[in-house]
C-alpha cells in the first residue's frame, strides 16, 4: 500500500486509541480511589507522554493539572536517565522539581521496550492530606514549603514490580490519614497500569518507530495548529492585569502583569511587571505558572487544538524569577493551584479578550472556603473535608449568561462538586442552605451566573476550620462594558448568635459545637452593557428570584414589580440612559 | 393467532409479526413527529394486507401487542413536556441548576448546558428535613403544603416533582407531602423521587424525578390514545411497552414512569442481540448498530445483558438501572473532514438524511462515509435501498477529492479508503472501550452487525478487535422490533443496607429477602405473571469501606444460603483487580445496596428451525442441507481493498441457500443493507437464515 496513504491512516488510528486508553485511566482512577476530594470531586488528570516526557493525550480532567505531568516526567528522566526499568513505579510531588503543590502527588509508570522508554503513563491526584501544620495542608500562615507538607523528590517507589515498603511507610506515616493515602496511591499505580497493558497491545499491530513517529507527528500537529491559530490575532503586545487580594500577611493587594506579545505565529508570555515574591502561600511555582500561561492562551487560540506539548512548545512563557509566578525555593505555595493559578489565566483573558473572536468569558469567582477538621463523634474517626459545595460562578459570555456554581478557571470543567448528601455521610455536619444568591450576578447584556449561599452547622466536637482563598477585595471582571461580580463573604454564627466575619487566609480556629459557617460566592462577572439586555431577561431572572426590583432598575434600567414589566418607565429609562 | 410488535423510532417504525406457527413479516415505515399514531396505523394496515385482513380482522386475531417508543425522548429534545414544579428541601431548591460543575466540554466556554428544565419560579422549597441516617429533624405543615397547592394551581401546573434530601433513606417525608398535595389538588400528577431511585446523591435523583414529572403526562397521552384507537380498531389485549433496562411493562405503569421507557427501542436492539445470542448460543456477544448517524454498541455476556446505572439521557444524568449502550458519533452519514492541521477526521457531524451525504444529490457538499463507501465501490449506487435512493458517484467523487484527498495529497480513491478506515477506528475504539475497559477480552466474543452501514465494516472491524466470528442476522433491517419479542415481564427492587458484610449475613437478612420478594410479587401478580412462572435473580452492590463507587456482585444460588453469601466478597475482589488494575483481599466490604430482578421466565425457546422468516417467502427447510460447493457469483465489481482496486465477487442475499460457503473477498447485496466480506473470512447462511462469518480460508 502507500506509504503516505499508511501513515494518514495510522495517525488517525494511533491518536483515537491514546485517547481511549487516557479515558480508560481516567474510569478506573474515579471509580477505585478513596478520598472524597479524589472520587468525588474528581481532583486528578492522567495522561500519557512519550519517551521525552512530551505531554502526547490526556483526559479531559483538571485544567492546571494538564501540563503537570511532562514536568514531573522530564524530572524523573533528567534524574534516572539510563536506570528506568519495566516493573517501575516513580512518586513525586515536590513544587519545585516538576510538581504543582505539595498535596498533589504524581504517579509515573514507564512501558519499556528493548531497552528504551516508549511512553509514560502519569496519573496527578490531589490527596485529602500531605501532612504539614494544618490538616487538609492548605496552611495560610505557612512561611515556607516545610511548613506545608511532606515533600517528595521524585524517587522510585516500586522497582521492576517490587513495591519499596520503607518509601510507602516514611510517606503515609507523615500524612493524617494514612490509610486512605496508601489506598489512594495503589488506586493510581491501578490506573497508569491499565494504561502501561493497553499500550503494550499497539505494539501488537504497529512497530515501536511506526508508533514514535505517528506520536511525533500527533505534536507537530498540535504545534501546527497552533502557530496557525496564533498567526490569526493581529501582531501587537497585549498586556493585561489581575490582582490578588494578599498574602495573609500583608494587606495590600498583588499583582499579576502579563503582556502577551504576537508576532507571526510567535506567542510569548511576558510575566514583567509582576509583584515580587510574598511571604504566604500565594506563590506559584514554575509548574504551575506555565501550566497557567499555556492553558490560559490556548482557551483564547481555540477549543480544536490538542493540549498537548506540541502545543506547549509554541507557546513562550517568561516567568521573572523571584517575583510572584516563579519564587525562590523554599517559598510556600498551597495555593497556587487555585490563586494566583486562576488569575494567571484571569490576566490572559484581560490581555487577549479583543482579539480573541469572543470565545473568552467574562471573570470567574475565586475559590473561598475553609478546609475542616476533626474527629468525626459518628465513628472516633478523623476527617478532613473541604467546602467544594461553595464554588462561585462563571463569567457571562457573548451569546449565554454565565453558569451558577462553577470551579475557579484553573479548575474549570473538571472538579465535579459532591451531593449534599454524599456529603453528610461523610462529615459531621448539617448543611442549612445550598441555593442561589440575589444581586450576587454581575450585570450585563450576557450577565453572570449568580453566586451561592451556603451554610454548614458544625457537630463534630471539636472541629477545627482554616481559611484558605481569594476574592474577597478583588471581584470577577465584566468585559466589553458588562459590570463584575460580586465579592467572597465567609462568617461564623456562634451558638449565642453573634456573627463572625472571617477574611480569605487564617489560621486555624477551633469552634464548638453547633456553630455554623456561611459562604456566599462570588457571581461571575457580566458580559456587554446591561443597558442591552433583553428586557424579557431581566424579567425572568426577577422572577426567579436572581435580581431584585431595585437591581433590575438600576443595573438594567428595566422598572418591574411583581405585576411585570412598567414598559413606559422602562423605554423612559433605557432611552434617557438614566443610571442611578 | 399474531404478535405484534412495533419499534417506533426517529426515522422509521419497523414492524414485525409472528403468527401461531412462528412465521415472521416484517414491515416498515416512516416515522412522523406530527403523528405519532399515524405510522403504527399504516404499517399495521399493511400488515394485515399480507394476510388478506383487515385492520380489523387482523387486530381482532392479535395475542400480544409490544411496543417500543421514542415519543419521551423526542419531547425532551424538541424542549416539550408537561408543565412541571420541583419541590425540593427548602434551603436546596438549586440542585437541579447548579448541577456538579463538571463539563464534557471544558475547552470552549461558549458550549450551552442543557436547558434547566424547570424554572426557579416553579422550584419551591418545604420546611422538611431528614438526617443523613433517614431520620427526620423537621416535618413539614398541613398549612405550607396548601400554600403549596394554592400556589401550583394558580400557576397552572401539570406535573409535580419531588425531591427531598435523604428519601432515599426515609421516603417518609414525599409520601405524606404527596398525600396531603393530592387531597387539595387530586388531578395532578406526583412523581416522587422515592418511587425512582433509593440511590444517594440528590442532583442525580432530581434530574431522573423531573424527567419523569415532564415526560410521563406526554407518554400518558400518547399511550391512551394509541389505546383507544386501537381497541376501536379491534384490539382486545393489553399493549405492553418495552423499558430501558429491556423488560416489559403494562400501561399503568409506563404512564407514571415515562423514565423508565424513554431508551425502549434501542433496548429492543439490545433484547434482539440477547435472543440472538442464545438461539446460536453465543456466550459472548457484541451487538453493534450502525445506522445514518451513530454506531452504537452493546454487550451481552453469559448470555445476559449489560446494565449500567450511570446513564446519561441528552446530557440529563438518570439514577435508574438502563441497558449500557456506547454511541459514537460514525454513521453513513458522518462527516469526514480535515482539522486545520491537516489531520483526517471523522465525525461526528452527520450530514443528517437532509442535505445528507454528498452522493445523495440534495445539496449536500460534505464528503461521508456513504460517500467514500461508495467510490470504494462497496455501494452500488443504482442500487442503494433497494434502488429507492439513487446515488450520484460523481459528486461523491467530487466532495472527497476537494475536501480530502487534494489537501491531503492522496488520489481519490484513497481518501475514500482512508475515510474508511479512520470511521473504523473509531468503531474499533468504541467496542474496545466497552470491552477493555470492563475488563473482558474482546477475541471471546462474537459480533452481531446490524443496522444498515455496519455489514460494511464488520469484518473489519471483527479483525481490528480481535473477534473471530461475524453475524449478520436475517432480520437485522428491524433488528430492535424483532428483539422487542423477546422482552418479558420485569420489575426491580433494592434495599438500601449500607453495613458491614461480615462472614455470615446478619440476624435481619432473611427478613429483607422475604420483603423485597414480596414487593417484587405484588407487582408481577399486577402485571398478570403466574407464580410458577417467576423468576429472581439477586445481586448485591459492595464497596470497600472508604470507596465512593460500588461494583455490582451476582448472588449466585439460594441468597439465603450462607456459602453464597461467602462468594460474595470474593467475587467483589475479582472484579475490582479486573477492571481497576488492583484489589486488597485484606479489606473488609461494605454491603450497599441489595438488589432483586424478578421476572417472568423465558418461555423455552422453539427451535428457528422450520420456521419461516424474513421479507416474503423464503426457502422450504426440507431443502436444506450442508453443501460444501462455493457458491459461484453471478457478477464482479471493482472494489477498492487494501491500495488497490480488485474484482470482488457480487451475490444477492435472495440467491444465496443454506449450508453455501462464501470465501471472501465477496459482497453481499441484502435489501437495506450490503455485506462485505474481507480476504480471510468465509461465510455460511444457516438453517435460520443468518449469516455467520468466519476468520480462515475455506476448508479450515
Given at each position: 500500500?502507500?506509504?503516505?496513504?499508511?501513515?494518514?491512516?495510522?495517525?488517525?488510528?494511533?491518536?483515537?486509541?491514546?485517547?481511549?486508553?487516557?479515558?480508560?485511566?481516567?474510569?478506573?482512577?474515579?471509580?477505585?480511589?478513596?478520598?472524597?476530594?479524589?472520587?468525588?470531586?474528581?481532583?486528578?488528570?492522567?495522561?500519557?507522554?512519550?519517551?521525552?516526557?512530551?505531554?502526547?493525550?490526556?483526559?479531559?480532567?483538571?485544567?492546571?493539572?494538564?501540563?503537570?505531568?511532562?514536568?514531573?516526567?522530564?524530572?524523573?528522566?533528567?534524574?534516572?536517565?539510563?536506570?528506568?526499568?519495566?516493573?517501575?513505579?516513580?512518586?513525586?510531588?515536590?513544587?519545585?522539581?516538576?510538581?504543582?503543590?505539595?498535596?498533589?502527588?504524581?504517579?509515573?509508570?514507564?512501558?519499556?521496550?528493548?531497552?528504551?522508554?516508549?511512553?509514560?503513563?502519569?496519573?496527578?491526584?490531589?490527596?485529602?492530606?500531605?501532612?504539614?501544620?494544618?490538616?487538609?495542608?492548605?496552611?495560610?500562615?505557612?512561611?515556607?514549603?516545610?511548613?506545608?507538607?511532606?515533600?517528595?523528590?521524585?524517587?522510585?517507589?516500586?522497582?521492576?514490580?517490587?513495591?519499596?515498603?520503607?518509601?510507602?511507610?516514611?510517606?503515609?506515616?507523615?500524612?493524617?490519614?494514612?490509610?486512605?493515602?496508601?489506598?489512594?496511591?495503589?488506586?493510581?499505580?491501578?490506573?497508569?497500569?491499565?494504561?502501561?497493558?493497553?499500550?503494550?497491545?499497539?505494539?501488537?499491530?504497529?512497530?515501536?518507530?511506526?508508533?514514535?513517529?505517528?506520536?511525533?507527528?500527533?505534536?507537530?500537529?498540535?504545534?501546527?495548529?497552533?502557530?496557525?491559530?496564533?498567526?490569526?490575532?493581529?501582531?501587537?503586545?497585549?498586556?493585561?492585569?489581575?490582582?490578588?487580594?494578599?498574602?495573609?500577611?500583608?494587606?495590600?493587594?498583588?499583582?499579576?502583569?502579563?503582556?502577551?506579545?504576537?508576532?507571526?505565529?510567535?506567542?510569548?508570555?511576558?510575566?514583567?511587571?509582576?509583584?515580587?515574591?510574598?511571604?504566604?502561600?500565594?506563590?506559584?511555582?514554575?509548574?504551575?505558572?506555565?501550566?497557567?500561561?499555556?492553558?490560559?492562551?490556548?482557551?483564547?487560540?481555540?477549543?480544536?487544538?490538542?493540549?498537548?506539548?506540541?502545543?506547549?512548545?509554541?507557546?513562550?512563557?517568561?516567568?521573572?524569577?523571584?517575583?510572584?509566578?516563579?519564587?525562590?525555593?523554599?517559598?510556600?505555595?498551597?495555593?497556587?493551584?487555585?490563586?494566583?493559578?486562576?488569575?494567571?489565566?484571569?490576566?490572559?483573558?484581560?490581555?487577549?479578550?479583543?482579539?480573541?473572536?469572543?470565545?473568552?468569558?467574562?471573570?470567574?469567582?475565586?475559590?473561598?472556603?475553609?478546609?475542616?477538621?476533626?474527629?468525626?463523634?459518628?465513628?472516633?474517626?478523623?476527617?478532613?473535608?473541604?467546602?467544594?459545595?461553595?464554588?462561585?460562578?462563571?463569567?457571562?459570555?457573548?451569546?449565554?449568561?454565565?453558569?451558577?456554581?462553577?470551579?475557579?478557571?484553573?479548575?474549570?470543567?473538571?472538579?465535579?462538586?459532591?451531593?449534599?448528601?454524599?456529603?453528610?455521610?461523610?462529615?459531621?455536619?448539617?448543611?442549612?442552605?445550598?441555593?442561589?444568591?440575589?444581586?450576587?450576578?454581575?450585570?450585563?447584556?450576557?450577565?453572570?451566573?449568580?453566586?451561592?449561599?451556603?451554610?454548614?452547622?458544625?457537630?463534630?466536637?471539636?472541629?477545627?476550620?482554616?481559611?484558605?482563598?481569594?476574592?474577597?477585595?478583588?471581584?470577577?471582571?465584566?468585559?466589553?462594558?458588562?459590570?463584575?461580580?460580586?465579592?467572597?463573604?465567609?462568617?461564623?454564627?456562634?451558638?449565642?448568635?453573634?456573627?463572625?466575619?472571617?477574611?480569605?487566609?487564617?489560621?486555624?480556629?477551633?469552634?464548638?459545637?453547633?456553630?455554623?459557617?456561611?459562604?456566599?460566592?462570588?457571581?461571575?462577572?457580566g458580559w456587554g452593557d446591561p443597558w442591552r439586555r433583553a428586557t424579557e431577561s431581566v424579567?425572568?431572572?426577577?422572577?426567579?428570584?436572581?435580581?431584585?426590583?431595585?437591581?433590575?432598575?438600576?443595573?438594567?434600567?428595566?422598572?418591574?414589580?411583581?405585576?411585570?414589566?412598567?414598559?413606559?418607565?422602562?423605554?423612559e429609562l433605557r432611552l434617557m440612559g438614566y443610571r442611578m | 393467532m399474531f404478535e405484534i410488535?412495533?419499534?417506533?423510532?426517529?426515522?422509521?417504525?419497523?414492524?414485525?409479526?409472528?403468527?401461531?406457527?412462528?412465521?415472521?413479516?416484517?414491515?416498515?415505515?416512516?416515522?412522523?413527529?406530527?403523528?405519532?399514531?399515524?405510522?403504527?396505523?399504516?404499517?399495521?394496515?399493511?400488515?394485515?394486507?399480507?394476510?388478506?385482513?383487515?385492520?380489523?380482522?387482523?387486530?381482532?386475531?392479535?395475542?400480544?401487542?409490544?411496543?417500543?417508543?421514542?415519543?419521551?425522548?423526542?419531547?425532551?429534545?424538541?424542549?416539550?413536556?408537561?408543565?412541571?414544579?420541583?419541590?425540593?428541601?427548602?434551603?436546596?431548591?438549586?440542585?437541579?441548576?447548579?448541577?456538579?460543575?463538571?463539563?464534557?466540554?471544558?475547552?470552549?466556554?461558549?458550549?450551552?448546558?442543557?436547558?434547566?428544565?424547570?424554572?426557579?419560579?416553579?422550584?419551591?422549597?418545604?420546611?422538611?428535613?431528614?438526617?443523613?441516617?433517614?431520620?427526620?429533624?423537621?416535618?413539614?405543615?398541613?398549612?405550607?403544603?396548601?400554600?403549596?397547592?394554592?400556589?401550583?394551581?394558580?400557576?397552572?401546573?401539570?406535573?409535580?416533582?419531588?425531591?427531598?434530601?435523604?428519601?432515599?433513606?426515609?421516603?417518609?417525608?414525599?409520601?405524606?407531602?404527596?398525600?396531603?398535595?393530592?387531597?387539595?389538588?387530586?388531578?395532578?400528577?406526583?412523581?416522587?423521587?422515592?418511587?425512582?431511585?433509593?440511590?444517594?446523591?440528590?442532583?442525580?435523583?432530581?434530574?431522573?424525578?423531573?424527567?419523569?414529572?415532564?415526560?410521563?403526562?406526554?407518554?400518558?397521552?400518547?399511550?391512551?390514545?394509541?389505546?383507544?384507537?386501537?381497541?376501536?380498531?379491534?384490539?382486545?389485549?393489553?399493549?405492553?411497552?418495552?423499558?430501558?433496562?429491556?423488560?416489559?411493562?403494562?400501561?399503568?405503569?409506563?404512564?407514571?414512569?415515562?423514565?423508565?421507557?424513554?431508551?425502549?427501542?434501542?433496548?429492543?436492539?439490545?433484547?434482539?442481540?440477547?435472543?440472538?445470542?442464545?438461539?446460536?448460543?453465543?456466550?459472548?456477544?457484541?451487538?453493534?448498530?450502525?445506522?445514518?448517524?451513530?454506531?452504537?454498541?452493546?454487550?451481552?455476556?453469559?448470555?445476559?445483558?449489560?446494565?449500567?446505572?450511570?446513564?446519561?439521557?441528552?446530557?440529563?444524568?438518570?439514577?435508574?438501572?438502563?441497558?449500557?449502550?456506547?454511541?459514537?458519533?460514525?454513521?453513513?452519514?458522518?462527516?469526514?473532514?480535515?482539522?486545520?492541521?491537516?489531520?483526517?477526521?471523522?465525525?461526528?457531524?452527520?450530514?443528517?438524511?437532509?442535505?445528507?451525504?454528498?452522493?445523495?444529490?440534495?445539496?449536500?457538499?460534505?464528503?461521508?462515509?456513504?460517500?467514500?463507501?461508495?467510490?470504494?465501490?462497496?455501494?452500488?449506487?443504482?442500487?442503494?435501498?433497494?434502488?429507492?435512493?439513487?446515488?450520484?458517484?460523481?459528486?461523491?467523487?467530487?466532495?472527497?477529492?476537494?475536501?480530502?484527498?487534494?489537501?491531503?495529497?492522496?488520489?481519490?480513491?484513497?481518501?475514500?479508503?482512508?475515510?474508511?478506515?479512520?470511521?473504523?477506528?473509531?468503531?474499533?475504539?468504541?467496542?474496545?472501550?466497552?470491552?477493555?475497559?470492563?475488563?473482558?477480552?474482546?477475541?471471546?466474543?462474537?459480533?452481531?452487525?446490524?443496522?444498515?452501514?455496519?455489514?460494511?465494516?464488520?469484518?473489519?472491524?471483527?479483525?481490528?478487535?480481535?473477534?473471530?466470528?461475524?453475524?449478520?442476522?436475517?432480520?437485522?433491517?428491524?433488528?430492535?422490533?424483532?428483539?422487542?419479542?423477546?422482552?418479558?415481564?420485569?420489575?426491580?427492587?433494592?434495599?438500601?443496607?449500607?453495613?458491614?458484610?461480615?462472614?455470615?449475613?446478619?440476624?435481619?437478612?432473611?427478613?429483607?429477602?422475604?420483603?423485597?420478594?414480596?414487593?417484587?410479587?405484588?407487582?408481577?401478580?399486577?402485571?398478570?405473571?403466574?407464580?410458577?412462572?417467576?423468576?429472581?435473580?439477586?445481586?448485591?452492590?459492595?464497596?470497600?469501606?472508604?470507596?465512593?463507587?460500588?461494583?455490582?456482585?451476582?448472588?449466585?444460588?439460594?441468597?439465603?444460603?450462607?456459602?453464597?453469601?461467602?462468594?460474595?466478597?470474593?467475587?467483589?475482589?475479582?472484579?475490582?483487580?479486573?477492571?481497576?488494575?488492583?484489589?486488597?483481599?485484606?479489606?473488609?466490604?461494605?454491603?450497599?445496596?441489595?438488589?432483586?430482578?424478578?421476572?417472568?421466565?423465558?418461555?423455552?425457546?422453539?427451535?428457528?428451525?422450520?420456521?419461516?422468516?424474513?421479507?416474503?417467502?423464503?426457502?422450504?427447510?426440507?431443502?436444506?442441507?450442508?453443501?460444501?460447493?462455493?457458491?459461484?457469483?453471478?457478477?464482479?465489481?471493482?472494489?477498492?481493498?487494501?491500495?488497490?482496486?480488485?474484482?470482488?465477487?457480487?451475490?444477492?442475499?435472495?440467491?444465496?441457500?443454506?449450508?453455501?460457503?462464501?470465501?471472501?473477498?465477496?459482497?453481499?447485496?441484502?435489501?437495506?443493507?450490503?455485506?462485505?466480506?474481507?480476504?480471510?473470512?468465509?461465510?455460511?447462511?444457516?438453517?435460520?437464515?443468518?449469516l455467520i462469518i468466519k476468520i480462515g480460508k475455506d476448508g479450515r
Amino acid at each position: 500500500m502507500n506509504a503516505k496513504l499508511d501513515e494518514v491512516i495510522e495517525r488517525a488510528v494511533i491518536a483515537n486509541r491514546l485517547d481511549t486508553i487516557t479515558k480508560e485511566m481516567g474510569y478506573a482512577l474515579e471509580r477505585s480511589s478513596r478520598s472524597p476530594i479524589f472520587a468525588e470531586a474528581c481532583d486528578f488528570a492522567c495522561g500519557i507522554c512519550n519517551g521525552d516526557g512530551d505531554l502526547v493525550s490526556q483526559i479531559n480532567g483538571i485544567p492546571i493539572l494538564a501540563a503537570a505531568g511532562t514536568f514531573s516526567i522530564k524530572e524523573v528522566i533528567r534524574k534516572y536517565s539510563g536506570q528506568v526499568e519495566e516493573g517501575d513505579v516513580f512518586i513525586i510531588n515536590d513544587p519545585y522539581q516538576g510538581g504543582n503543590h505539595l498535596p498533589d502527588i504524581g504517579i509515573i509508570t514507564p512501558l519499556v521496550v528493548e531497552g528504551k522508554v516508549l511512553f509514560y503513563c502519569v496519573s496527578r491526584a490531589h490527596h485529602g492530606d500531605i501532612g504539614g501544620s494544618v490538616a487538609g495542608s492548605y496552611n495560610a500562615k505557612a512561611t515556607e514549603i516545610f511548613q506545608e507538607g511532606l515533600r517528595i523528590p521524585p524517587i522510585k517507589l516500586v522497582s521492576k514490580g517490587q513495591v519499596f515498603n520503607e518509601v510507602m511507610d516514611l510517606i503515609t506515616q507523615n500524612v493524617r490519614n494514612p490509610h486512605m493515602l496508601q489506598n489512594d496511591l495503589w488506586a493510581q499505580i491501578g490506573a497508569n497500569k491499565i494504561g502501561v497493558v493497553r499500550l503494550r497491545e499497539l505494539l501488537y499491530n504497529y512497530s515501536p518507530t511506526r508508533i514514535k513517529g505517528a506520536v511525533g507527528y500527533l505534536l507537530d500537529h498540535a504545534e501546527r495548529l497552533t502557530r496557525q491559530a496564533i498567526r490569526g490575532m493581529p501582531d501587537g503586545d497585549y498586556t493585561g492585569v489581575e490582582w490578588v487580594d494578599d498574602d495573609g500577611f500583608q494587606t495590600n493587594p498583588i499583582k499579576i502583569k502579563v503582556t502577551v506579545k504576537i508576532k507571526g505565529e510567535e506567542m510569548m508570555l511576558d510575566f514583567e511587571g509582576t509583584d515580587p515574591q510574598v511571604k504566604g502561600f500565594v506563590n506559584s511555582a514554575l509548574v504551575t505558572s506555565t501550566t497557567a500561561a499555556w492553558i490560559g492562551a490556548l482557551w483564547a487560540l481555540g477549543p480544536d487544538i490538542p493540549r498537548n506539548s506540541g502545543a506547549f512548545r509554541a507557546i513562550k512563557v517568561l516567568l521573572p524569577k523571584g517575583s510572584l509566578v516563579n519564587p525562590h525555593e523554599p517559598a510556600p505555595v498551597t495555593l497556587s493551584t487555585l490563586t494566583p493559578a486562576s488569575e494567571i489565566i484571569s490576566a490572559i483573558f484581560q490581555a487577549l479578550d479583543s482579539v480573541a473572536g469572543e470565545r473568552l468569558p467574562a471573570g470567574f469567582g475565586r475559590y473561598c472556603g475553609p478546609s475542616f477538621y476533626g474527629i468525626d463523634p459518628r465513628n472516633q474517626e478523623f476527617y478532613v473535608g473541604f467546602a467544594f459545595c461553595a464554588l462561585g460562578s462563571g463569567g457571562g459570555i457573548a451569546g449565554r449568561d454565565g453558569y451558577p456554581y462553577m470551579a475557579p478557571l484553573s479548575n474549570y470543567g473538571g472538579v465535579r462538586a459532591p451531593n449534599i448528601e454524599a456529603n453528610e455521610i461523610q462529615y459531621p455536619h448539617l448543611t442549612l442552605c445550598h441555593e442561589i444568591e440575589m444581586d450576587s450576578a454581575g450585570a450585563g447584556m450576557w450577565r453572570g451566573g449568580p453566586g451561592i449561599r451556603y451554610s454548614i452547622q458544625f457537630n463534630g466536637e471539636p472541629t477545627n476550620i482554616v481559611m484558605f482563598g481569594d476574592g474577597m477585595k478583588v471581584p470577577p471582571f465584566g468585559t466589553a462594558s458588562g459590570q463584575p461580580g460580586s465579592l467572597n463573604r465567609v462568617e461564623l454564627a456562634t451558638v449565642d448568635g453573634e456573627k463572625i466575619s472571617l477574611a480569605s487566609k487564617e489560621s486555624a480556629r477551633l469552634l464548638p459545637k453547633g456553630t455554623v459557617l456561611t459562604v456566599v460566592s462570588s457571581g461571575g462577572g457580566g458580559w456587554g452593557d446591561p443597558w442591552r439586555r433583553a428586557t424579557e431577561s431581566v424579567w425572568q431572572d426577577f422572577l426567579n428570584g436572581v435580581i431584585s426590583a431595585s437591581k433590575a432598575k438600576q443595573d438594567y434600567g428595566v422598572a418591574l414589580s411583581k405585576e411585570g414589566v412598567d414598559w413606559a418607565a422602562t423605554d423612559e429609562l433605557r432611552l434617557m440612559g438614566y443610571r442611578m | 393467532m399474531f404478535e405484534i410488535a412495533v419499534d417506533v423510532g426517529g426515522t422509521f417504525a419497523d414492524f414485525i409479526v409472528r403468527d401461531r406457527q412462528g412465521a415472521t413479516f416484517t414491515a416498515k415505515v416512516s416515522s412522523s413527529h406530527e403523528n405519532p399514531l399515524e405510522p403504527i396505523i399504516r404499517g399495521l394496515t399493511e400488515l394485515g394486507k399480507g394476510f388478506d385482513l383487515s385492520l380489523e380482522e387482523f387486530l381482532g386475531l392479535t395475542d400480544k401487542f409490544i411496543l417500543g417508543t421514542t415519543v419521551g425522548i423526542n419531547a425532551l429534545l424538541q424542549g416539550q413536556g408537561a408543565k412541571t414544579a420541583l419541590i425540593t428541601t427548602e434551603g436546596f431548591r438549586d440542585a437541579l441548576e447548579l448541577r456538579r460543575s463538571r463539563l464534557a466540554e471544558q475547552w470552549d466556554f461558549r458550549v450551552a448546558l442543557p436547558p434547566v428544565l424547570v424554572p426557579r419560579h416553579l422550584r419551591i422549597g418545604l420546611r422538611e428535613r431528614m438526617d443523613y441516617q433517614g431520620v427526620s429533624i423537621k416535618t413539614a405543615d398541613r398549612a405550607q403544603i396548601k400554600e403549596i397547592a394554592e400556589f401550583l394551581r394558580q400557576e397552572g401546573v401539570e406535573s409535580v416533582a419531588v425531591c427531598l434530601l435523604f428519601a432515599c433513606r426515609n421516603p417518609e417525608h414525599e409520601l405524606v407531602f404527596k398525600e396531603h398535595l393530592q387531597a387539595f389538588l387530586p388531578e395532578v400528577f406526583v412523581t416522587l423521587s422515592s418511587e425512582l431511585s433509593s440511590q444517594l446523591g440528590e442532583y442525580e435523583r432530581t434530574t431522573t424525578t423531573v424527567l419523569n414529572a415532564r415526560l410521563s403526562p406526554v407518554l400518558s397521552n400518547y399511550l391512551q390514545d394509541l389505546r383507544s384507537y386501537l381497541r376501536d380498531k379491534g384490539l382486545q389485549v393489553p399493549i405492553l411497552i418495552a423499558q430501558n433496562n429491556g423488560g416489559l411493562t403494562d400501561l399503568i405503569q409506563a404512564s407514571k414512569r415515562g423514565v423508565h421507557t424513554l431508551f425502549s427501542g434501542p433496548a429492543g436492539g439490545v433484547k434482539g442481540g440477547w435472543a440472538l445470542a442464545r438461539e446460536q448460543e453465543f456466550s459472548e456477544l457484541v451487538v453493534g448498530d450502525m445506522g445514518g448517524t451513530s454506531f452504537d454498541v452493546s454487550l451481552i455476556r453469559q448470555g445476559k445483558m449489560e446494565v449500567t446505572s450511570q446513564a446519561e439521557i441528552a446530557g440529563y444524568p438518570v439514577q435508574i438501572p438502563m441497558l449500557d449502550i456506547h454511541t459514537v458519533g460514525a454513521g453513513g452519514g458522518s462527516i469526514a473532514w480535515l482539522d486545520k492541521g491537516g489531520m483526517l477526521r471523522v465525525g461526528p457531524h452527520s450530514a443528517g438524511a437532509n442535505p445528507g451525504p454528498a452522493c445523495y444529490g440534495l445539496g449536500g457538499q460534505e464528503p461521508t462515509i456513504t460517500d467514500a463507501a461508495l467510490i470504494m465501490g462497496l455501494l452500488d449506487g443504482s442500487n442503494f435501498l433497494g434502488g429507492r435512493m439513487p446515488l450520484d458517484i460523481e459528486l461523491a467523487c467530487e466532495a472527497v477529492e476537494k475536501k480530502v484527498a487534494l489537501p491531503l495529497g492522496l488520489s481519490v480513491p484513497e481518501a475514500a479508503y482512508a475515510i474508511y478506515q479512520v470511521a473504523l477506528s473509531l468503531m474499533a475504539d468504541a467496542v474496545y472501550l466497552m470491552t477493555v475497559k470492563k475488563g473482558y477480552d474482546p477475541r471471546s466474543f462474537v459480533l452481531a452487525a446490524v443496522g444498515g452501514a455496519l455489514p460494511l465494516f464488520a469484518t473489519a472491524l471483527a479483525e481490528r478487535v480481535g473477534i473471530q466470528q461475524v453475524v449478520v442476522p436475517e432480520l437485522a433491517p428491524v433488528f430492535c422490533a424483532q428483539g422487542l419479542h423477546h422482552a418479558r415481564f420485569q420489575v426491580e427492587v433494592l434495599r438500601s443496607l449500607y453495613e458491614v458484610l461480615g462472614e455470615v449475613p446478619g440476624p435481619s437478612w432473611n427478613q429483607v429477602i422475604l420483603e423485597l420478594q414480596s414487593q417484587a410479587n405484588r407487582e408481577l401478580s399486577r402485571l398478570g405473571v403466574c407464580a410458577d412462572q417467576r423468576e429472581y435473580v439477586w445481586s448485591a452492590d459492595l464497596k470497600y469501606p472508604d470507596q465512593h463507587h460500588e461494583i455490582n456482585v451476582a448472588i449466585v444460588g439460594d441468597a439465603t444460603d450462607q456459602e453464597v453469601w461467602q462468594q460474595l466478597d470474593k467475587g467483589f475482589h475479582e472484579a475490582h483487580q479486573r477492571l481497576y488494575g488492583y484489589s486488597q483481599l485484606e479489606k473488609s466490604l461494605i454491603l450497599v445496596n441489595l438488589r432483586l430482578l424478578a421476572q417472568e421466565k423465558e418461555r423455552s425457546l422453539q427451535s428457528r428451525l422450520g420456521l419461516r422468516a424474513g421479507w416474503g417467502n423464503t426457502k422450504d427447510i426440507q431443502r436444506y442441507e450442508k453443501s460444501s460447493t462455493l457458491s459461484k457469483a453471478n457478477e464482479v465489481r471493482l472494489v477498492y481493498l487494501q491500495g488497490a482496486f480488485q474484482e470482488v465477487k457480487i451475490f444477492r442475499w435472495q440467491d444465496l441457500e443454506m449450508g453455501m460457503h462464501l470465501q471472501g473477498p465477496a459482497l453481499i447485496i441484502k435489501e437495506f443493507t450490503t455485506i462485505l466480506i474481507e480476504e480471510n473470512w468465509q461465510a455460511e447462511l444457516d438453517q435460520v437464515r443468518n449469516l455467520i462469518i468466519k476468520i480462515g480460508k475455506d476448508g479450515r
